[in-house]
Each structure stands twice: as C-alpha cells, then as structure tokens.
C-alpha cells in the first residue's frame, strides 16, 4: 500500500536554533516528493519539489534530501525563526503521475 | 503575486442544504485540483481538472459531490445533501502542466486560502 509516514507529529524549538523533520514513504514507484509549508488558516505552499535523480534542494534556509534508496526524505531548517511555525507537509508523487500520495503533516513550533 | 482565490472563506450551515464552493484559478494555468483536508485523515484529493475537462474525481463521494469548470476562471464544488461528515476545510489549488505531462509532473501547485465548512 502506498503510503506516507512523517515524524515527529509535532515539534517545539527555541528561536534560532536548527531542526529536522522526517518523511518515509512506501510509494513505488517513485515520481517525486514535495514538502509544502502550512500556515495556520492558509492554503500549502511548495517549498521544494525533487525527482528522483535529486537528493537535495535547498529554498532559503529549508534544505530537503531524498534517499530514494531507502525511501526517506527529511526538511532541515536552519537558524529558526517565528514564522517558521507552521505545519510540514511530506506528499510523494507516484511514477504513473496519476496520484499524489500526502503525509499528514509535521506541526512546528518555534518559540522566543 | 498571482493568486488562487477561493470563496467563501467559511460557511456554516444545516445539514440537508446545498453547499457551493468557488474557485478562481491563477489566469493561464491549465489544471485544477480540489482537495479536503480533515485533522483525522490530512489532505485528500477530491477531483482534477485539465483543460477545464474532468479528468479524475474518484476521491469524491458521487452521489452527493460534483465538481464542474463552467470557464477557465471559475471551478466549483457543490455538496447537496450536505452531511455534518462534510466538515472539513476545501482547498483548491491550480497548475501549469505541458502537454503530454501527467498532472502530477514536477510542476508547484499554487493553493488557494480554502473554505472551512461546518454542517450542523
């Protein structure tokens, strides 16, 4: 079964500090994987997207890796800051490009 | 910056009444997504669009779901009868895909704010 698994379900980190989030996923085979960030009451917006020939991306201070070997991604963010509080979204994208398979979400908090 | 907009922002009703959500896609992107998104189950593909033709919407409950693009700058999702199971928050997202790309091709999806819907 296809499937998409994110840990931790939620985080707290102190301002500035550096955090991971992780995404394993079942889906084969394998298109590629995004990471969405969620704002409270907002709409998903894309932060990366790879294939399945990248393993890294970098947007800003968000730098996503894929193992598609052992079928793991993990989000790093870099020196925190308050408006990184939202929630991240792992969705792998299936080869046939026919469906997107969604994590159900990391929910980060940075505090000051 | 271009922007997907969707309407209303929140709806309460009763359930038994019908429920129409719009959409109005970034101008020039050629597919339309609608999902929902529950705390229990995250977010769920309801239907896409292509070129404004229906191309799946095998995620939405038939007989009482429908989704239709009148034009390239309208998308709508209707529920009737609305059931209190419905509650949840819709998004619509649009994109721009190549001929011959799957819908799901390595291109962003842009994301309206969605529409909170409550059935009482």
């Known amino acids: 079964k296809n499937q998409v698994e994110q840990s931790p379900q939620s985080l707290i980190i102190l301002e500035g500090k550096n955090c991971t989030l992780q995404?394993?996923?079942?889906?084969?085979?394998?298109?590629?994987l995004r990471w969405y960030k969620q704002d409270t009451g907002r709409g998903p917006v894309s932060l990366t997207i790879?294939?399945?020939?990248?393993n890294t991306k970098s947007n800003g201070r968000y730098t996503a890796t894929l193992d598609a070997d052992t079928k793991q991604s993990s989000l790093h963010i870099t020196a925190s800051q308050l408006s990184d509080s939202a929630s991240y979204i792992c969705?792998?994208?299936?080869?046939?490009?026919?469906?997107?398979?969604f994590g159900k979400g990391t929910t980060l908090s940075v505090s000051s | 910056d271009a922007r997907v907009t969707q309407t209303p922002r929140h709806k309460v009703t009763e359930m038994g009444q019908e429920v129409t959500m719009r959409c109005q896609p970034i101008?020039?992107?050629?597919?339309v997504f609608w999902y929902r998104q529950t705390m229990m189950q995250g977010l769920e593909l309801l239907a896409y669009?292509?070129?404004?033709?229906?191309?799946?919407d095998s995620g939405m409950p038939k007989d009482r779901f429908s989704a239709e693009m009148p034009d390239a700058t309208l998308a709508t999702l209707k529920i009737q009868p609305s059931e209190p199971r419905d509650s949840a928050v819709y998004f619509c997202?649009?994109?721009?895909?190549?001929?011959?790309?799957?819908?799901?091709?390595?291109?962003?999806?842009?994301f309206g704010d969605g529409t909170r819907l409550s059935i009482l």
């Open positions: 997202a649009s994109g721009l895909v190549t001929d011959g790309q799957p819908p799901y091709s390595n291109q962003p999806q842009h």
């Open positions: 995404c394993n996923y079942t889906v084969s085979p394998f298109s590629n």
């Open positions: 790879m294939t399945f020939s990248e």
């Open positions: 969705v792998v994208g299936h080869q046939a490009g026919t469906a997107l398979i």
């Open positions: 101008l020039g992107h050629n597919t």
């Open positions: 669009f292509r070129n404004r033709a229906p191309l799946d």
